[in-house]
């Protein structure tokens, strides 16, 4: 029981145009979302959060949008650059279960020049 | 500041072999993690703990133990090494305040190969 996806396993975007993640959920107590990325034998960092209180969190070139009702939220990178290539992983947690994450498939994008 | 550092890089056992993963953070983080990387299944959850002398099972922690002595280790073991161990295992921390949201901090994997 996947209960947060990503069904894209990967996107190809142009050098300067937008990239969108999306990621869906199942779980409705899911409060909190992160977005990671991740370089080839590197681990996983973080790259930015939303709480469910909130509908969009911005940090620099990246945005993460979140609606609930549709149990999905995406991560905007505008302008993609060539280093923002590396596969991005959705988290989710709830409030009480000590930060635990569930993690979705990854996306791998890959930015061309 | 080193952050989360994990021992070995890289393995190769064969079935039945044992080992333990060692995972150390200089953060003075509460919370530890074990996670394992399979292609097209993400992180899973293996056990974690809360603090020092603690530790719960997570989402798939069959064939895994783990101990946390020290505050600042968290170490992961095989007993009998089977090839559906084959994996990435990631070790992650954490601070502890429950009641807000913390990021994980990874430490770079280990990639145990079982024959």
């Known amino acids: 029981d996947q209960q947060v996806k990503q069904n894209s396993p990967s996107l190809s975007v142009q050098e300067g145009r937008i990239s969108i993640l999306n990621c869906d959920y199942t779980n409705s107590m899911f409060d909190y979302f992160l977005w990671y990325k991740k370089y080839p034998a590197e681990g996983p960092t973080f790259l930015i959060s939303?709480?469910?209180?909130?509908d969009k969190n911005e940090d620099g070139r990246f945005t993460v949008f979140l609606n609930k009702s549709a149990k999905h939220l995406s991560l905007h990178i505008v302008p993609s650059q060539p280093g923002d290539s590396a596969v991005y992983f959705c988290a989710a947690s709830f409030v009480g279960t000590a930060s635990k994450l569930t993690f979705g498939t990854g996306t791998r994008l890959q930015v061309t020049l | 500041n080193a952050g989360v550092t994990q021992t070995p890089k890289f393995r190769v056992l064969k079935t039945g072999q044992s080992m333990t993963l060692l995972c150390a953070q200089d953060m003075n983080h509460e919370y530890m993690y074990w996670y394992r990387q399979d292609p097209g299944m993400g992180l899973r959850l293996i056990h974690y703990s809360v603090g020092e002398g603690t530790t719960a099972k997570g989402e798939v922690p069959d064939g895994y133990n783990v101990s946390r002595l020290k505050k600042q280790n968290f170490l992961l073991g095989l007993e009998s090494a089977a090839p559906s161990q084959t994996s990435v295992y990631f070790c992650?921390?954490?601070?502890?305040?429950?009641?807000?949201?913390?990021?994980?901090?990874f430490g770079p994997g280990t990639r145990l190969t079982v024959l």
């Open positions: 939303i709480s469910s209180i909130k």
């Open positions: 992650a921390s954490s601070y502890s305040l429950d009641i807000s949201y913390n990021e994980q901090f």
